[in-house]
């Protein structure tokens, strides 16, 4: 038996994918041109998938922090920040995402995954309770696997679901710990906040929030889902990532835990990895002063997502629940995903695809992600361009859903 006969069920599903003629997980960029374009099989191609929301990776203020940073700084930190000591910039970029926040306290990380992957798994032990959404993201499923707490789920976006679960514990020992997000991945919907937060109040839970895909494109501030809520003081735990919005790449958590510096001793995942690279850091730095300053770009994400939702509607598209930065596209199943995927792909649009095991109640779907830099026309061309598609394979539904903006 080979080590690698365990993935035998994934391996003949991977392998039907690759005979389709198109890999959706080696698709190779060869030249990014901007936040919305790139070169891919020798063909200019229009990105609709790299959530990229604010466009930041092309900024100019930002790459000049980053060349800045290089040369000042160097090209990396060689090692952990427990073991080499923290760059001055790592502080200073801890700092002033605790006072985004209103926070006292911010640790940053080398990626979102292990901010979740080591926050979450910090936070609760042998001995407590970890409540999680059915439709939480990868990372936060296999910070489950690294604690010894005792792991539930309760049903999406239903703090009904929640609180009868949260209810059975009520005569047992322990810490609660509820993690939620701001706006999910698969199907960009968002939590009802309040009504988690109400019903984790009632039963002495604490609340960790992963603001990963709504930093920057909700509140009024851009502070997310719980700014947007009006909840940011009774999140005991705010995750987020510098891969998104922020154009970089990293992670971080922010808290008024008054024992929050324990974590930088305890969380595996921040002790015995490599730092961020002065680069990083000061291209993260300047993004986040353009968050705060350019309100502007917020509203052009929104347009932008509002025009590509209620057009693809108009059309007939079967979408998501709500609009906003992801646009989750409806196929009938795994073969229509990856075949129309591929169709966009050779028509010079790239977007992503998900299907199971990945995504939630076994559905099959293209995943859109909006940029602030998307224009008009690059929107109404994505429209028609997946509409044609959509004709030609039959998966339309009747187009008589509200007209395009």
């Not at 995954?113 to 439709?135: M, P």
């Not at 609180?163 to 997000?181: A, D, M, Q, W």
């Not at 995750?239 to 922020?246: E, R, Y």
């Not at 930088?264 to 002790?271: D, F, L």
């Amino acid at each position: 038996m080979g080590l690698l006969d365990r993935h035998a069920a994934l391996l003949a599903d991977y392998r039907g994918v690759q005979t389709t003629g198109a890999d959706p997980f080696q698709v190779r960029m060869e030249r990014v041109l901007s936040p919305t374009e790139a070169i891919i099989d020798g063909r200019k191609t229009l990105l609709a998938g790299t959530h990229n929301y604010f466009g930041l990776t092309f900024d100019p203020s930002c790459m000049a922090a980053a060349i800045e940073a290089i040369r000042a700084e160097g090209t990396g930190t060689t090692g952990s920040r427990i073991a080499n000591g923290s760059y001055g910039q790592h502080a200073l970029l801890e700092r002033e995402i605790a006072e985004f926040y209103g926070k006292r306290h911010c640790m940053v990380f080398t990626t979102g995954y292990q901010a979740n992957l080591g926050v979450i798994s910090g936070l609760v032990g042998d001995g407590d309770h970890l409540l999680i959404d059915a439709d939480s993201h990868a990372s936060i499923y296999d910070a489950c696997r690294q604690t010894q707490a005792e792991v539930g789920r309760f049903r999406h976006n239903d703090p009904a679901s929640l609180e009868v679960r949260l209810r059975r514990l009520s005569n047992e020992p322990g810490n609660r710990l509820v993690v939620l997000e701001g706006i999910y991945s698969m199907l960009g919907d968002r939590a009802p906040l309040r009504a988690f937060i109400d019903v984790c109040r009632k039963h002495g839970a604490y609340v960790l929030v992963d603001e990963a895909h709504s930093l920057g494109a909700l509140g009024e501030n851009g502070r997310g889902l719980c700014e947007a809520e009006g909840v940011l003081d009774d999140c005991h735990y705010i995750v987020g990532t510098f891969s998104k919005t922020l154009g970089a790449i990293g992670g971080y958590v922010v808290s008024d835990d008054p024992d929050f510096d324990i974590l930088r001793v305890t969380v595996r995942s921040y002790m015995f990895t490599a730092s961020a690279p002065p680069s990083v850091i000061a291209s993260v730095r300047q993004a986040l002063r353009i968050v705060r300053e350019r309100p502007d770009l917020r509203r052009r994400l929104w347009e932008n997502a509002a025009t590509f939702y209620d057009g693809l509607a108009a059309r007939g598209f079967r979408l998501g629940p709500v609009q906003g930065p992801v646009v989750a596209v409806m196929m009938p199943d795994r073969a229509a995903a990856i075949a129309f995927w591929r169709a966009l792909l050779e028509a010079g649009i790239y977007v992503g695809v998900a299907t199971p095991p990945a995504t939630p109640n076994g559905i099959s779907l293209l995943r859109c992600a909006l940029c602030a830099e998307h224009t008009r026309e690059q929107l109404g061309h994505m429209i028609e361009v997946m509409t044609g598609i959509a004709r030609q394979m039959g998966v339309l539904e009747e187009e008589a859903r509200p007209a395009m903006k």
